[in-house]
C-alpha cells in the first residue's frame, strides 16, 4: 500500500517536546532493553523511524505508541542522547492533538500564553454561567448554603453537559483512530471482517487488567526504576494510579449523585436534603467523593513535586500541559476539600462561596479538557491495547 509522506513530521513533532531525534542512527539499543517490548514489538525504534521518514500515517495509526509507560529507561541507553523517550511522550501528544479536530489539544500543547488566556477564560465563562443563576440574596453568616446560591438543579444540568461533551470529544477521538489503525493494520479489519476473535479476552485486557490495574506498568516499568526499590507509595505505577482512581471515583461520585437526585426527586417527587438527594444517599456520594478526593490530592501533589524536582527521565520531560493537568487537577481536589470543611462549620466565611464557584469551575474545566490534555491517554491507551491484543480465534 502507498503511503503519504509528510516531510515536517519530525519538524512538527519537535513542537510538542522531542528532543533531537534526527541524531538517532537506529542501533536498537532502546528497543533491546525497553523492558515493555516484547516479542515482535520493535517500539520506540520503529516509532521514531516513522517520524524520520515522515509516515505519519504510520505514526498515528501505531498501536506501539500507547504501549509505552514512558519509563525513560531507553533515554538513559541510547548512545546518540536522542531521548527516545521523550520522543515518544511528544508523539503521543501529536498523536493526541491529530485526533482532536477542534485545534485545542495543539493549542494546549503547544502554545503557553494563548492556552493559558483559554484556560482563565472557559474557567470565567463557567463561573459565569453559574452566578448568572437566580439566586436569592447571601446570608451574612451562618452555614454554607451553597445550593442556595446556585441551585442543584443547574449544577447537575451543568455537569452532564459536561460529561456529554467530554465524552463526544473523546468518542470523536477514538473513531478517528481506530479508523487509522484500520486502514493500515490487519487487526483493525478482524472485527469489521466478523472473523471470530477473542474480543472479550482483549477488552477484559485493555479496560481492567490493564488500564484500571496497571499490569504491565506495575510488574514491568517498575523493575527498572534506578536501580533502587522505592517503596509501594512512591512507585511510579502507584503514583499514575492514585491519580487516575481519585478522578474516575470523583467522577462515579458526581455522577452516582445526579443519578440518586433524577431517581428520588424527579421521580418520586419526594423532598430533598443537602446536595439534592436523600441523607443516606447523600453521605454516601460524600464519602465516595472524599475518599477518592485523598487519592487524587496524593497522587498529582507528590507527582507535582516530582516534576519539580525530577528523580527519573520520567519526570524530566515535562510539557506545559502536562504541568496544566496536574495543577487542574490538584486545585480541583484540593478546593473539593476545603470546600467540605467549610461546609462542616456552623459559621463559615462568607468568602466559602467563592470557593464553592472556583472549585466547580475548575472541576467542570478539567473535566471538559480531560480527552484534550495527557488524560486523553486515558482514551486511547486502552483502544491501543485492546487492538493490540485482539486476534482471531483459530490462530
Ligand atoms: S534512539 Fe538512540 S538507542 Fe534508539 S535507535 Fe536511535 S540511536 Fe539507537
Ligand atoms: S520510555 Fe520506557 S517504555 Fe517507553 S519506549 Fe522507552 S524504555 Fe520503553
Redesign the pocket.
Known amino acids: 500500500m502507498s503511503q503519504r509522506v509528510n516531510p515536517e513530521l519530525l519538524t512538527e513533532i519537535k513542537k510538542y517536546g522531542a528532543a533531537d531525534i534526527s541524531a538517532c542512527f537506529n542501533c536498537g539499543n532502546?528497543t533491546a532493553?525497553?523492558?515493555?517490548?516484547k516479542e515482535d514489538e520493535t517500539?520506540?525504534r520503529r516509532i521514531i523511524r516513522y517520524a524520520q521518514v515522515g509516515l505519519e500515517d504510520r505514526l498515528l495509526s501505531s498501536k506501539e505508541l500507547w504501549l509505552?509507560?514512558?519509563?525513560?529507561?531507553?533515554?538513559e541507553t541510547c548512545p546518540r542522547q536522542a531521548e527516545?523517550?521523550a520522543f515518544?511522550a511528544a508523539a503521543r501528544r501529536y498523536a493526541i492533538s491529530k485526533y482532536d479536530r477542534s485545534g485545542v489539544a495543539k493549542l494546549l500543547f503547544t502554545s503557553p500564553l494563548w492556552s493559558l488566556i483559554f484556560l482563565v477564560v472557559l474557567a470565567g465563562l463557567i463561573a459565569l454561567f453559574m452566578l448568572a443563576q437566580p439566586n436569592p440574596p447571601l446570608p451574612p453568616s451562618g452555614p454554607l448554603k451553597v445550593f442556595e446560591l446556585v441551585p442543584v438543579e443547574s449544577i447537575h444540568y451543568l455537569g452532564s453537559a459536561v460529561m456529554g461533551i467530554m465524552g463526544l470529544i473523546g468518542l470523536l477521538g477514538i473513531l478517528d483512530m481506530m479508523k487509522r489503525i484500520s486502514k493500515v493494520d490487519d487487526k483493525g479489519k478482524l472485527l469489521a471482517g466478523g472473523k471470530k476473535t477473542n474480543w472479550k479476552e482483549a477488552l477484559w485486557n485493555a479496560l481492567i487488567t490493564e488500564s484500571l490495574l496497571q499490569k504491565r506498568f506495575r510488574e514491568d516499568?517498575e523493575t527498572s526504576e534506578e536501580g533502587v526499590e522505592k517503596p509501594w507509595y512512591l512507585k511510579k505505577w502507584f503514583l499514575h494510579a492514585s491519580t487516575m482512581w481519585g478522578f474516575l471515583g470523583l467522577l462515579a461520585a458526581t455522577m452516582s449523585d445526579f443519578f440518586f437526585y433524577l431517581i428520588k426527586y424527579k421521580v418520586s417527587g419526594e423532598p430533598v436534603t443537602p446536595a439534592g438527594n436523600p441523607a443516606v444517599l447523600w453521605y454516601f456520594v460524600h464519602v465516595m467523593a472524599t475518599i477518592a478526593g485523598f487519592f487524587l490530592m496524593y497522587g498529582t501533589s507528590v507527582l507535582l513535586y516530582k516534576r519539580w524536582k525530577p528523580d527519573s527521565r520520567t519526570y524530566s520531560d515535562s510539557n506545559q500541559a502536562d504541568w496544566v493537568l496536574l495543577w487542574l487537577l490538584w486545585l480541583a481536589g484540593f478546593s473539593g476539600l476545603f470546600l467540605e470543611v467549610l461546609m462542616d462549620l456552623p459559621q463559615a466565611p462568607v468568602w466559602g462561596y467563592g470557593v464553592f464557584i472556583f472549585h466547580v469551575a475548575v472541576s467542570m474545566e478539567v473535566s471538559l479538557l480531560a480527552p484534550l490534555l495527557k488524560f486523553g491517554h486515558a482514551f486511547y491507551r486502552p483502544v491501543a491495547l485492546f487492538f493490540h491484543a485482539l486476534k482471531p480465534l483459530e490462530e
Open positions: 532502546c532493553v525497553c523492558p515493555m517490548t517500539f520506540p509505552c509507560y514512558n519509563c525513560g529507561e531507553c533515554s527516545p523517550g515518544m516499568c
